[in-house]
């Protein structure tokens, strides 16, 4: 399952999104990351690798919200690990993020294993 063309393009212009995520049974919790489109699919990673709390959260519980102007989607997180994905996320963060001075820290071999899939969920 694809988002509907119309969320594709406002998660592709939309420099932050909130990702909204929670343990099975626990408080929900808010933060900020990036989103990137490429083709059909809509990916993030976390640029703290798999120590940050919404990656842990979401992989514990794969069901999550997006925030973004405008828009409210719920989403899963599923892991985009194989070579393929992993090329697709980290060349479109280059696009998308290119002139932010963090764009490398998404881009280290230690993070790229926490890419996700976003999907309609």
């Keep these: 399952m694809r988002f509907a063309p119309g969320d594709r393009s406002v998660l592709a212009e939309t420099e932050e999104i909130e990702i909204e995520t929670?343990?099975?049974g626990g408080p929900a919790h808010r933060t900020i990351i990036w989103v990137v489109v490429d083709g059909d699919d809509a990916f993030v990673r976390s640029y703290k690798g798999a120590t940050a709390r919404w990656y842990r959260e979401a992989v514990?519980?794969?069901?999550v919200t997006i925030h973004a102007p405008g828009l409210v989607?719920?989403?899963?997180?599923v892991a985009a690990?194989?070579?393929g994905s992993i090329r697709r996320t980290s060349d479109a963060l280059a696009r998308k993020y290119g002139g932010h001075d963090?764009?490398?820290?998404m881009l280290r071999p230690g993070v790229l294993d926490t890419t996700l899939r976003l999907?309609?969920?």
């Design 22 to 24: 929670a343990l099975p």
């Design 60 to 63: 514990a519980n794969p069901h």
């Design 73 to 77: 989607l719920h989403a899963r997180a």
């Design 81 to 83: 690990v194989d070579p």
């Design 102 to 105: 963090s764009t490398e820290l």
């Design 119 to 121: 999907t309609p969920g």
